[in-house]
């Protein structure tokens, strides 16, 4: 089945620096999607790209669509405490259905006191 | 909008013992999923619904699994005879054709 790579997998920063995490595919997708997962709760949407190219902002995040369909990028811009978390990249599942999604296995974001 | 609702939030059970895990999805929303999520595994797709349909099973570990949507309103994931292994958090999630999910909060099963 589909794979998806996230790198890094746990980044250890000071409040206030920036954050870039990728994720890449063994295959090509057409929608990618980035969500945010809290202690004890579920995944959240942040942002969902849906052209190859195509870059997208979402408050302090942005996110890339990569031009070879194989690839995204996440870019947290002067993070702040409540980034903490894991974030994942997605996209849609391979199986005998069309509307399930795959998941990385995601990025830990630690912000460093 | 409550959100998808799922129950409970913990359940611990002994190793052998029939669980059944509940989920009201968004009203409105004609997709249903169900996950697993493990530290080795990640998040997993084990079943989806669309309509109250099973559309793909494929991710259901084992005949031990099984799903059931009644109705628009409501889904169960059952899982008997138990075992350790099947130790995770499980999510109930739902959308509509956006691929813009909802996940619930999750249920915390622990088999011992």
């Known amino acids: 089945g589909q794979q998806l790579n996230q790198s890094p997998q746990s980044m250890f920063i000071q409040e206030g620096e920036d954050v870039s995490m990728n994720c890449t595919s063994s295959?090509?997708?057409?929608?990618w999607l980035w969500y945010k997962q809290d202690p004890g709760e579920g995944p959240v949407l942040l942002i969902a790209l849906y052209k190859a190219g195509e870059l997208t902002s979402n408050g302090r995040l942005t996110a890339q669509f990569g031009i070879t369909r194989k690839d995204s990028f996440l870019n947290i811009s002067a993070s702040i405490p409540s980034d903490v978390g894991i974030y994942f990249c997605a996209g849609p599942y391979s199986g005998g259905g069309a509307d399930g999604l795959t998941f990385g296995k995601g990025t830990h974001l630690i912000i460093q006191p | 909008d409550a959100g998808v609702i799922q129950s409970p939030r913990h359940e611990v059970t002994e190793m052998g013992q029939e669980v059944t895990l509940r989920c009201k999805p968004i009203s409105g929303h004609d997709y249903l999923f169900w996950y697993r999520q493990t530290m080795m595994r990640g998040l997993e797709l084990l079943i989806y619904?669309?309509?109250?349909?099973?559309?793909?099973d494929s991710g259901m570990p084992e005949d031990r699994f099984s799903a059931k949507m009644p109705n628009a309103s409501f889904s169960t994931l059952k899982i008997q005879p138990s075992e350790p292994r099947d130790s995770a958090v499980y999510f109930c999630?739902?959308?509509?054709?956006?691929?813009?999910?909802?996940f619930g909060s999750g249920t915390r099963l622990t088999v011992v």
């Open positions: 999630a739902s959308s509509d054709r956006n691929y813009g999910y909802t």
């Open positions: 295959s090509i997708f057409n929608t």
């Open positions: 619904f669309n309509n109250n349909v099973p559309i793909d």
